[in-house]
C-alpha cells in the first residue's frame, strides 16, 4: 500500500531564506508526483508536477526534484517571501488512468518579515 | 473564466443527518473528483465521475455516494452522517493529468 510522508509538519524561516521540503513515498512504482499548495480553509493550487520519467521540474522560485528509486521528492524554494506562508502538500499518481491521487499530510511554512 | 465552484462553503448537520454537496467544474473540464480532508490530514480521495458514471472509488463507505450531470456538474450525498465525517470536502475538475480544486465545503457533524 502506497503511503506518503512529509518532513518536517512545521517550518519557520525569515524572509530571504532558501528551503527545502521533503516527501517519501514507500513504493516506487508512480505515474507522477505533484507538489500543491493550501492556503488556511481554502483548496488545493497545483504548483509543480513531475512526470515518473522526469528528474525535476522548475517554475519561478520553486524546483522540485524526484528520485524514484529512493522514493524521494524535494520541493527547494528560493529566497523565501511571507507570502509564501502556507502549507506545502505532496502527492502521488499510482495509475495514469483515473484521478486519484495519494496525499501526505503536508508541511505548514511559516515565513515572517 | 471560473473556475472550481462549490457550494455551500460551510454547513453544520446532526448525525444520522444526510447531506449533499455540490460542485460546477472549471470550464471544459469532464471530470469531477471528490477528497474528504479531515483536520491536519492529506486530501484522501472519495471518488471520480466522468461521463456521468462513477469511474474510480476510495476506501469509502456506501453511504458515500454521488452523481454527475450532463453538464459536467456533480453532487456528493453523504448518509448516516458521522461525528467522523467532519471535514473540509474538496472538489476538483480536470481534463487531462492536472486537478483544479475548488476552495471546498467544510462540514462540521455535532
Known amino acids: 500500500k502506497q503511503e506518503v510522508t512529509q518532513i518536517p509538519a512545521a517550518l519557520s524561516v525569515p524572509e530571504g531564506e532558501n528551503l527545502v521540503l521533503n516527501c517519501s513515498f514507500t513504493?516506487?512504482?508512480?505515474?507522477?508526483l505533484q507538489w500543491f499548495r493550501q492556503d488556511p480553509g481554502k483548496g488545493l493550487t497545483s504548483l509543480l508536477l513531475?512526470?515518473?520519467?522526469?528528474r525535476e521540474q522548475t517554475s519561478g522560485r520553486l524546483n522540485a526534484s524526484l528520485d524514484k528509486s529512493s522514493g524521494r521528492s524535494t520541493l527547494y524554494i528560493a529566497a523565501s517571501q511571507p507570502g509564501d506562508s502556507a502549507t506545502y502538500l505532496c502527492a502521488v499518481k499510482v495509475n495514469q488512468a483515473g484521478t486519484a491521487l495519494i496525499f501526505g499530510k503536508g508541511t505548514t511554512l511559516s515565513v515572517s518579515s | 473564466d471560473a473556475g472550481v465552484t462549490q457550494s455551500p462553503t460551510h454547513l453544520i448537520k446532526t448525525r444520522g443527518q444526510q447531506v449533499t454537496l455540490r460542485c460546477s467544474p472549471k470550464?471544459?473540464?469532464?471530470?469531477v473528483s471528490w477528497y474528504q480532508q479531515a483536520l491536519g490530514q492529506g486530501p484522501q480521495f472519495i471518488f471520480q465521475y466522468y461521463e456521468e458514471e462513477e469511474r474510480q472509488r476510495g476506501n469509502f463507505p456506501d453511504r458515500f455516494s454521488g452523481h454527475q450531470f450532463p453538464n459536467y456538474s456533480s453532487e456528493l450525498n453523504v448518509n448516516a452522517l458521522l461525528l467522523g465525517d467532519s471535514a473540509l470536502y474538496l472538489c476538483?475538475?480536470?481534463?487531462?493529468?492536472?486537478?483544479?480544486f475548488g476552495s471546498g465545503t467544510q462540514l462540521s457533524v455535532l
Open positions: 513504493d516506487s512504482a508512480i505515474y507522477n
Open positions: 513531475i512526470q515518473s520519467s522526469q
Open positions: 470550464s471544459g473540464h469532464d471530470t
Open positions: 476538483a475538475s480536470s481534463q487531462g493529468t492536472v486537478l483544479f
